[in-house]
């Protein structure tokens, strides 16, 4: 990489798949804008990983030896006498699940947590990813993406595992187009194979294998090139006019910048609730 890079790389905006989910999530008025721009943009506070998120850590380490992004091992969540918590011992049993899958489809890994930056030509931002799995599945070079997750089947949330309604999954499926346009800017690789293996965090059994194709590579590849262009362009706008913050009770609570943000709210905001006087 060379210096002029390396300097224009700390001061440019990095748009990740999480940015954008989570600029998507703000433009509904779901996630507070001073948050994204602190956390997401000027990276001062991490956001504080879930129980979930731990033990998804956790599961990947077991599954690949997978560091945490400062290097270190993922702690097994424990109970207070020191044992595995029983999401801990699930996550045992579906790692030796994982083994199984890789012995059984011919998966290799040739790397885990490899990071993939894409700085378009002309542009002030660039675009970054971090496959889990850079490796290869039958011999063929794949991007592979491991998951826990305790949604395997269902069909209604925004994060459900679900073949019939995973087309609509928008917050599932920018990584998949995502992914595969980075393979194909920085590794010349048209329509890369993507895969996805989750396992669920809530029994020992259940676990799916994806390979998630493109209808149209090409169309694909102009859809996301359109939309990713738009969203950082709106968002290096947003941050010369500023982010709208959205304070809430419940989201201020779990916030890391609670203690330094001066529109936290401990208390709930006034709203109106109006019932149209109809008894049946
Ligand atoms: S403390 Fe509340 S208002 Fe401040 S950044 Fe966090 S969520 Fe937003």
Known sequence: MSESIKDAESTILSVSQSLIKNYW????????????YRM?????????PTEAMMLGHYFEFLCTGASLRDGSEP??????AGKATAGALK????????????????????????????FPKGESFKLKGIFDINGSVKGTDSIIDIKSSG??????????????????????????????????????????????????????ID?????V?????EV????????????????????????????????????????KCVYAVETPQLEIVTIDGIFE
């Not at 999530?25 to 994204?36: I, V």
């Not at 925004?158 to 917050?171: E, I, L, P, S, V």
């Not at 998949?176 to 965090?201: C, N, R, T």
């Open 75 to 80: 702690a097994m969540p424990a109970t207070k």
């Open 207 to 211: 676990s799916i294998f994806w390979e």
């Open 220 to 259: 694909a590849m102009n859809h996301f090139e359109d939309m990713v262009f738009e969203v950082a362009r709106e968002i290096e706008m947003e941050m010369q006019f500023g982010f709208t913050p959205y304070p809430d009770v419940k989201r201020c609570g779990k916030c890391a910048l609670k203690d």
């Open 40 to 48: 997401n943009i000027l990276h001062e506070a991490e956001f504080e």
């Open 151 to 204: 949604l395997i089947g269902n069909e209604w949330e925004a994060y459900g595992w679900h073949k019939g309604t995973f087309n609509m999954r928008k917050q599932l499926t920018i990584q998949v187009v995502f992914y595969k346009y980075l393979a194909w800017k920085e590794f010349g690789v048209e329509d890369m194979p993507f895969y996805f293996i989750v396992h669920s965090s809530t029994n020992e």
């Open 213 to 217: 194709r493109l209808a149209d590579f």
């Open 91 to 118: 996550m045992q049993e579906q790692a030796k699940r994982f083994k199984k899958l890789v012995d059984a489809e011919g998966i290799t890994i040739k790397e885990t947590g490899l990071v993939v930056e894409h």
């Open 25 to 36: 999530a703000y433009k509904e008025g779901n996630f507070c804008g001073e948050a994204l």
